[in-house]
Nanobody, 116 residues
Framework: QVQLVESGGGLVQAGGSLRLSCSTS????????MGWYRQAPGKQRELVAA???????NYADSVKGRFTISRDNAKNTVYLQMNSLKPEDTAVYYC??????????WGQGTQVTVSS
């Protein structure tokens, strides 16, 4: 019933920008956090950025100053603006929604590839 669909990934040259979108559908209640994770080949999935209920944000040190997470509650969408992209940003990016009573929804992922 609940679906998270990411879009906006693609191939970009180092220094370029991409804007990822995560559109949610279905009834999601008591959201505590929405975030973006990424997983590169041979690496574990890591938190990139999250927005917490109330508006607070959290970023991985590797993306601070370059990535910005935002949400549009009216559109049930969360975004990740990625600037100054580096080859090490190459990964599959996943949207995630957490809440209570405990639930954890994931999108299917969108590929971001940054060429040198």
């Amino acid at each position: 019933q609940v679906q998270l669909v990411e879009s906006g990934g693609g191939l970009v040259q180092a220094g370029g920008s991409l804007r990822l979108s995560c559109s949610t559908s279905g009834s999601i209640f008591h959201i505590t956090a929405m975030g973006w994770y990424r997983q590169a080949p041979g690496k574990q999935r890591e938190l990139v950025a999250a927005v917490i209920s109330g508006g607070g944000t959290n970023y991985a040190d590797s993306v601070k100053g370059r990535f910005t997470i935002s949400r549009d509650n009216a559109k049930n969408t969360v975004y990740l603006q990625m600037n100054s992209l580096k080859p090490e940003d190459t990964a599959v990016y996943y949207c995630n929604v957490k809440g209570f009573p405990v639930y954890d929804y994931w999108g299917q992922g969108t590929q971001v590839t940054v060429s040198s």
